[in-house]
């Protein structure tokens, strides 16, 4: 069964979004032609704003594509939305595990049928301070080497100014943005796409977690690596672990709220005079 569409759908979306994006944003984009113009192909980016999305999307189809998102399953209960997105052939993402494995079985078939579909390997916006991407998850590595699909790394910036990501970091840029939506002055939304990654290496390999996290750090360094070309700026040397900064944070909280325990309260501080009597 091969992934469905409805082409009305698709060349209404074009009619309607192409000439407002246009107008929405000015555009710095450069590497297009690193866009396979045919087959399956993954497109993994860096995820900075809720903007960025249909961004994204008019970049990949000015280079020859028509981008395929998966998108989170509670977008399909908005009864027009959801005519749009089937129609369009985007897939749904549901939070249970068995919903979740299916969605990704659904992205392969696409992929066989020579879709483009679009990833954000970090799973969500960026929490960085800086908004570097983060750590990303390895769900874009195994697809790609389960149907040999290309993966091509593309960064884009500016769509933050356009719509911050509302649960941002109160710190650093992010914590600099006024949240809201925000079209005037028109913002310059830049995107660069990168020559599909290498991961040969990674062929033919058991799909273990080191080998998916091997694979998945190459992609992400390639997108950072892009990032840091558009904002001319040398990338941070150790991603942002979101994981890992909501672990230590609980910590931190849980080890300030413990009640101190009285000294009088602990073995051996009691009064000497009474211990001995």
């Not at 910036?157 to 939506?181: C, D, I, N, Q, V």
């Amino acid at each position: 069964m091969s992934h469905g569409y409805s082409p009305g759908w698709r060349k209404l979306t074009i009619v309607i979004l192409r000439p407002l994006l246009k107008g929405l944003l000015k555009r710095d984009w450069r590497g297009r032609g690193n866009v396979p113009g045919e087959g399956g192909v993954i497109i993994a980016a860096n995820h900075i704003s809720e903007a960025d999305p249909l961004a994204l999307a008019h970049f990949v189809y000015e280079s020859g594509r028509y981008p395929v998102y998966l998108a989170k399953s509670t977008l399909f209960d908005v009864r027009f939305v959801r005519n749009i997105l089937r129609g369009t052939g985007q897939i749904p993402v549901y939070r249970d595990s068995a919903d979740a494995a299916m969605a990704l079985k659904d992205a392969e078939k696409a992929l066989l049928d020579g879709e483009c579909l679009m990833f954000y390997p970090e799973g969500s916006c960026t929490r960085d301070p800086e908004l570097w991407p983060m750590t990303g998850q390895t769900g874009v590595a195994r697809m790609a080497l389960k149907t040999g699909a290309k993966v091509v790394p593309v960064a884009n910036w500016g769509a933050h100014e356009l719509m911050p990501y509302r649960k941002g970091e109160r710190t650093g840029l992010a914590g600099s943005l006024k949240k809201g939506f925000h079209p005037f002055p028109r913002k310059t939304m830049k995107v660069i796409a990168g020559p599909p990654v290498d991961l040969s290496e990674y062929e033919g390999l058991p799909l273990t977690k080191e080998t998916l996290r091997a694979a998945t750090d190459d992609i992400m360094a390639a997108i950072i690596g892009l990032l840091g070309e558009l904002r001319g700026q040398e990338p941070p040397g150790e991603r942002y672990d979101h994981h890992k900064v909501l672990e230590q944070r609980r910590r931190a909280a849980a080890e300030a709220f413990e009640p101190a325990v009285p000294e009088t309260a602990r073995p051996g501080t009691g009064d000497p005079k009474a211990a001995g009597s």
